[in-house]
Structures are given as structure tokens and as C-alpha cells.
């Protein structure tokens, strides 16, 4: 099996485990009545609504005008929707390179901070954050796709002992603030960072790339 194929594989796994955690039922493909003999990669059901999802490596060429052809047959059909995803690489240098980012957003949301601008400070701390939860859970064999939120990859860490109680509820308040001040709205209250949260963005960003490096 190639790489490609095998996080292609790793990829559908969890892209099926996203879909059934949300109420879908995942579907077979192969006896779908779609056009042309199309059979998608994945398809799930979710009472009236049904989707069809199709795969893509990062270095697959694909005409795009067949893309469209696809996503007009799939949809018109009543409540069908058509997906494409892009596989994302296996883990590797590209997440060393990602948790490098980390800490220096880390060090630029403390500047932040520290110099007041606490909206732009609660934005860019989260990205760090999020970055190293999508690299932990990956080395926990659980790649997060697109779309994921971070609060829901804290959820499966937490669900999975690697955070606690406290390490969940700054997050989530972390993910409240980032939210509040990436639409333009200022903190309510304004105030600072916590150094709590700061100090588990360090520990979450260390041990992120402790798991990329082994």
C-alpha cells in the first residue's frame, strides 16, 4: 500500500467517525443509484438528507469540470449533497513545522497580552492551540478532518484522559473568546489572557511535538 493510499484509508476512517458522531448512518456506496456508474468513497444518511462524499489526494489531478457534472447529478436528487474532501498528508515533518509555528504564536499572543490588545491576543492563542490539539490527536490515530472545531478535538483528548476537567473548561472558555473577538466584538469583561490558559498552551504545544517526534 502506498502512502497515498494509506492516508487516504486513515483519512475515510475518520471522516466516517466524524459523520456517525454527529447522527449519520454510513451508508454503502456500491449500491447507490448514481449517474454514469459513479461510486463515491463514502456516502451517510441522517433521516431525509443523504451525502455523498468523494476523495482527493493532495497530488491526484481532477478534471473540474467532472467535479461539477458530479456534484449537479448528486444534487438534484432532494436533500443530497455532494462533498469533496482533500486528504490531508500523514504525519510527519509537516506537524514539527506546524507546532514550530505554535510556539511562536504562543510567544505573540503573550506580547498581546501583555501590551493590552487582548481580542487580537485571544485569536492568535487559539490558533496555537488548536494546532496542537489536531497534532495530538493525530499521533492518537485519530486524524481530525477539516471543519473540526477545536473545542471538539479537546472533547475526544478529554474523552481519551488526555485533559482534565479544568484543561476542558479553559478551552472552551478560550474557544468563547476567540470566537467573540475574530467576528469584532470586544471581550465582555475586557480582560487579560489567564496565565493558566497560557501555561496549558505551552504544555499541550510541548507535548505536541514530543508525539511528532517520535
Known amino acids: 500500500m502506498t502512502n497515498v493510499q494509506s492516508a487516504e484509508r486513515e483519512f475515510a476512517a475518520v471522516l466516517a467517525k466524524d459523520f456517525t458522531d ?3 448512518q454510513q451508508l454503502d456506496p456500491a449500491q447507490a443509484n448514481l449517474p454514469a456508474g459513479y461510486v ?10 443523504v451525502v455523498v462524499v468523494e476523495l482527493k489526494s493532495r497530488e491526484e489531478h481532477r478534471d473540474l469540470e467532472n467535479l461539477r457534472q ?3 447529478a448528486v444534487e438534484q436528487k432532494p436533500n443530497w449533497h455532494f462533498r469533496l474532501y482533500v486528504v490531508p498528508p500523514s504525519s510527519g515533518q509537516e506537524d514539527l513545522d506546524d507546532i514550530t509555528d ?3 504564536l504562543i510567544e505573540t ?4 497580552n501583555q501590551e493590552g490588545q487582548f481580542e487580537a ?7 496555537a492551540l488548536e494546532t496542537s490539539l489536531r497534532v495530538l490527536l493525530t499521533h492518537r490515530q485519530s486524524r481530525p478532518s477539516p471543519g473540526v472545531s477545536g473545542v471538539s478535538m479537546a472533547r475526544r483528548l478529554y474523552a481519551d484522559g488526555d485533559l482534565d476537567d479544568a484543561d476542558l473548561d479553559l478551552l472552551t472558555i478560550a474557544s468563547e473568546a476567540r470566537n467573540r473577538s475574530a467576528h469584532g466584538y470586544r471581550l465582555k469583561p475586557r480582560q487579560p489572557v489567564q496565565s493558566e490558559l497560557l501555561d496549558l498552551a505551552k504544555t499541550l504545544a510541548r507535548k505536541a511535538k514530543n508525539a511528532a517526534a517520535s
Open 70 to 72: 458530479l456534484k449537479a
Open 22 to 24: 454527529e447522527g449519520y
Open 40 to 49: 463515491p468513497d463514502l456516502m451517510f444518511k441522517r433521516g431525509d438528507e
Open 102 to 104: 505554535a510556539d511562536k
Open 121 to 127: 491576543a485571544s485569536v492568535v492563542l487559539w490558533i
Open 109 to 112: 499572543a503573550d506580547r498581546l
